[in-house]
């Protein structure tokens, strides 16, 4: 059974800085490309960031230069760094493994709230 557990939303103020992560269970983690996507209510689920095993990497660019996505291949483990948030930041952030072969299986976390706000 695969599971993508998000953590590390909240609350904080305009400029400020999080850090989310995702640890992925039952998928042999290098075969995937993991990726962060964002949904605010009442509109599509928006693509952030993603990053492949060997470390390629993109990035919408509503947050390049401000965000960073990494993984740690060893403890199935995709992070996204989040500096400089806007309002419009305000979301619920999803993580995403897309398998190489679509045969592989497509598969979402449960979402972790950010929030911008003053």
């Known amino acids: 059974q695969v599971q993508l557990v998000e953590s590390g939303g909240g609350l904080v103020q305009p400029g400020e800085s999080l850090r989310l992560d995702c640890v992925a269970s039952g998928l042999v983690f290098s075969l995937y490309r993991m990726g962060w996507y964002r949904q605010v209510p009442g509109k599509e689920r928006e693509f952030i960031a993603d990053?492949?095993?060997?470390?390629?990497?993109n990035y919408a660019d509503s947050v390049k230069g401000r965000f960073t996505i990494s993984r740690d291949n060893a403890k199935r483990l995709v992070s996204l760094q989040m500096n400089g948030l806007k309002p419009e930041d305000t979301a619920e952030y999803y993580c995403n493994a897309a398998g190489v072969l679509r045969e592989w299986g497509d598969y979402w976390g449960q979402g972790t709230q950010v929030t911008v706000a003053s």
């Open positions: 990053i492949n095993s060997g470390g390629i990497i």
